[in-house]
């Protein structure tokens, strides 16, 4: 791209926030789930600790065997077990190198300049200070920041399925490693989705062709939550026989797609 001029010649080295997608909510209640230099964004206060909601954290130490992890706040340090806080977002510092012509997403809200979660533009030009002067594609509005005010953005020039559900692309690349992702994550909505997106050209690549084209084929179901029927136990009492406290209502696990990602080279 650079030598088609597509995008200009200076670059500038940005540290960006990764998240962490595949840590669920039980994940994030766990320090061996953690890692030293993982980014945390506070979803709610804290008061006993300082902490308000969208403060951000870094996890300086980890200790699996007390469930505690260390992190450095706003200039101090301090540790707590992550079942208290779990209510946090979770990320990685990561590099990029972007130049003028780049196009790049933001991954996370940005309620201040009213910019949505996916929203994507193109860099138009890098000043002496490092600011990023992008333009929007959702509406063609004008905007400078430098990325110490936002890390959440990241390249555009690939994303997942369900990012990119709506969009319209001239050409579509997908890529499935059959034997890394999730099973539940690659079924014929993906199939649709994916393929659809493109107005002149589509080309899936994989691992394995025979794995993939059963995988692709796979029906896509969404179970949803059900009442289980009442049992002879009466709720919040012991069950005879002493074996315990036993709910008179259950729910069925609920399979939905995740949203998962990486950062993504230029092509």
Excluded at 125 to 144: F, K, P, T
Excluded at 146 to 167: C, F, K, M, V, W
């Amino acid at each position: 791209m650079r030598k088609t001029g597509e995008i200009g010649q200076d670059e500038r080295q940005v540290q960006i926030l990764d998240p962490r997608n595949e840590m669920t909510g039980a994940n994030r209640k766990w320090a061996a789930q953690y890692e030293v230099g993982n980014v945390l964004r506070y979803q709610r206060d804290s008061p006993e600790a300082g902490i308000r909601q969208g403060d951000y954290a870094t996890v300086t130490a980890v200790d699996i065997q007390r469930n505690r992890i260390s992190v450095e706040h706003k200039g101090r340090s301090f540790e707590y077990d992550p079942r208290r806080r779990s209510r946090v977002e979770v990320y990685r510092e990561a590099e990029r190198g972007f130049s003028p012509g780049d196009q790049i997403r933001f991954t996370r809200p940005w309620n201040e300049k009213g910019i949505s979660n996916g929203d994507s533009a193109t860099i138009r030009g890098i000043d002496s200070a490092g600011n990023l002067h992008v333009q929007s594609h959702q509406n063609g509005r004008e905007l400078a920041f430098h990325p110490e005010e936002n890390r959440h953005i990241d390249y555009a020039y690939a994303g997942t399925s369900q990012a990119l559900q709506g969009a319209t692309v001239e050409r579509v690349v997908g890529y499935v490693d059959t034997g890394h992702t999730n099973p539940q994550l690659v079924h014929n909505r993906l199939a649709y989705t994916g393929t659809s997106r493109g107005q002149y050209d589509v080309a899936w690549y994989t691992d394995d062709k025979n794995k993939f084209k059963a995988q692709m084929a796979a029906e896509y179901s969404k179970t949803t939550a059900i009442e289980m029927p009442p049992s002879n136990h009466t709720s919040g009492r012991k069950a005879q026989g002493g074996q315990g406290d036993r709910p008179i209502h259950g729910v069925a696990s609920v399979r939905r797609g995740e949203r998962s990602g990486a950062g993504v080279e230029r092509p």
